[in-house]
Nanobody, 127 residues
Framework: QMQLLESGGGLVQAGDSLRLSCAASGRTFSSYAMGWLGWFRQSPKKEREFVAA????????SYADSVKGRFTISRDNAKNTVDLQMNSLKPEDTAVYYCVGRVGPRLAITRAMYDYWGQGTQVTVSS
């Protein structure tokens, strides 16, 4: 089993930046041949949605259209962490952000495909 713990959420103003970090513990991806780490988010009036994901090897990443060009996902295999750098934040980015992980070679953008979830961290962007 893998445990994921997010940190870095908070209250910021529109246009500001924020960096989320997720620490993986337990059986991390170094134990698997392939895997993905990523982020989903959920706001009160929306379904939980895909934000970004990166292959554990670091050679492939993907972003939702709504964050492309503003958010950057990165991972540090030595530290077993995955970060989400969020720039030019907008009020519509306000949500609880969840760190996720899945085992397997293919990218997935649906929540059902992710095996591991963190507890979530709140990001609030004021206008």
């Amino acid at each position: 089993q893998m445990q994921l713990l997010e940190s870095g959420g908070g209250l910021v103003q529109a246009g500001d930046s924020l960096r989320l970090s997720c620490a993986a513990s337990g059986r991390t991806f170094s134990s698997y041949a392939m895997g993905w780490l990523g982020w989903f988010r959920q706001s009160p009036k929306k379904e939980r949605e895909f934000v970004a994901a990166i292959r554990w090897s670091g050679d492939n990443s993907s972003y939702a259209d709504s964050v492309k060009g503003r958010f950057t996902i990165s991972r540090d295999n030595a530290k077993n962490t995955v970060d989400l750098q969020m720039n030019s934040l907008k009020p519509e980015d306000t949500a609880v952000y969840y760190c996720v992980g899945r085992v397997g070679p293919r990218l997935a953008i649906t929540r059902a495909m992710y095996d591991y979830w963190g507890q979530g961290t709140q990001v609030t962007v004021s206008s």
